[in-house]
């Protein structure tokens, strides 16, 4: 039986639109190359633009629209004129909320050892899972801005760590870690967020009484930042609040061959909303509509995206094409030393993968 399946595409700001364009292409060949799998997709025009135009990152009912969908495929967000926390909350956040989107996957893998800006560094050194908590944590959007422009004036940002929403994703941590047969870290900062974070590495060790069989570490963040650089292999899968997630996984694409090859995942797990794939790295404003922009880490979401489907042999081509093609210098964007375009590149990828 032919599976089916409805693809949103919200190409969004910079070069957003120019790596969908490539992801897609490579959807379209795996439709061609498998009899068993059909893919339809709907563009839709939200992002700076749309803010521009209609004063608003997404249409009202944007959620509704997007609920039948199988998934979500998003480029990037934020452009000069908008202001990035609007840009940021009033989509991607948005969305990643309103869909219970709260497991963010997000792969630290070295695929070509020159790749990586530490020396004596092997590929099987640098092959971690961060998974993110996506829901609440510091990026709740809760605060207050007090006495705003006086000498009294006084700002909170406070951070949400509900019961609920920590113990799923440690839970969810748990089982991947058992899944896969591997060590799981988890990442906080106790000594100084005496809340959050003591609340954190409680329930952490709580969750941790129900899989005897999971190796685990417990790592201050500070701490966990200097090893991902010194001592990488010691990470496999890695579980973190929201913001601290964020920031280690941006260290983590620079020591793997930087933020070109950094894919996300955002995850609901029940299935109750639809998932969404996107590249890491923002809009790149400076490179915009020169065609030079890297589409491999927006392909290597496509792989993501194939895992959630059911299609994991897709995901691994993806992958060891990705692979296949960092071994070719000139064939790649300038970002990695080549002189090739977005468009090249992309139709390169296409041609490794269904040959
Ligand atoms: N490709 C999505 C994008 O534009 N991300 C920009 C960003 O700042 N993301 C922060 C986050 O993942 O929380």
């Given amino acids: 039986m032919v599976k089916e399946k409805r693809i949103a595409l919200l190409p969004g700001d910079g070069i957003g639109p120019e790596v969908v364009a490539e992801g897609v292409k490579v959807l379209k060949a795996i439709e061609q190359k498998d009899k068993n799998l059909s893919f339809t997709f709907e563009q839709f025009p939200w992002g700076c633009e749309y803010y521009l135009q209609n004063g608003k990152m997404m249409d009202d009912d944007g959620l509704s629209q997007l609920q039948h969908f199988d998934a979500i495929y998003l480029g990037a967000v934020g452009y000069p004129g908008v202001p990035d926390h609007v840009s940021l909350r009033d989509l991607l956040l948005k969305i990643r909320k309103g869909f219970d989107q709260y497991v963010n996957l997000r792969p630290v893998k070295l695929l070509n050892e020159r790749l ?7 590929a099987k050194d640098i092959d971690l899972l961060v998974v993110r908590e996506n829901s609440e944590g510091e990026y709740s959007g809760e605060g207050n801005w007090l006495y705003k422009g006086e000498p009294e004036e006084v700002v909170l940002q406070t951070g949400v760590f509900s019961r609920k929403g920590t113990e799923r994703i440690i839970r969810y941590a748990f089982e991947e870690a058992r899944r896969q047969g591997k060590s799981l870290t988890s990442v906080s900062k106790a000594n100084a967020l005496n809340y ?7 329930v952490f060790e709580e969750v941790k009484r129900d899989y005897p069989d999971v190796e685990t570490a417990s790592y201050l963040v500070d701490a966990a930042s200097m090893f991902l650089v010194m001592n990488p292999e010691r990470f496999d899968i890695v579980v973190t609040s929201n913001l601290f997630g964020d920031i280690l996984t941006d260290l983590g694409a620079a020591i793997a061959g930087g933020l070109g090859l950094a894919t996300g995942a955002n995850v609901n797990p029940e299935r109750t909303y639809p998932s969404m794939f996107e590249p890491v790295h923002g809009s790149a404003p400076d490179i915009a509509g020169k065609g030079i922009a890297n589409p491999l880490a927006a392909i290597w979401s496509v792989a993501q995206m194939m895992d959630h489907f059911g299609e994991e042999e897709w ?6 094409t990705i692979q296949q093609i960092m071994d070719e210098d000139e064939k790649l964007t300038p970002d990695f030393g080549g002189e090739a375009t977005t468009a090249e590149v992309g139709d390169r990828f296409i041609k490794l993968l269904t040959s």
Avoid: E, N, Y
């Fill in 116 to 122: 990586s800006p530490l020396k004596g560094k092997a």
């Fill in 315 to 320: 995901g691994r081509k993806i992958v060891s």
């Fill in 196 to 202: 959050s974070m003591v609340f954190w590495d409680s």
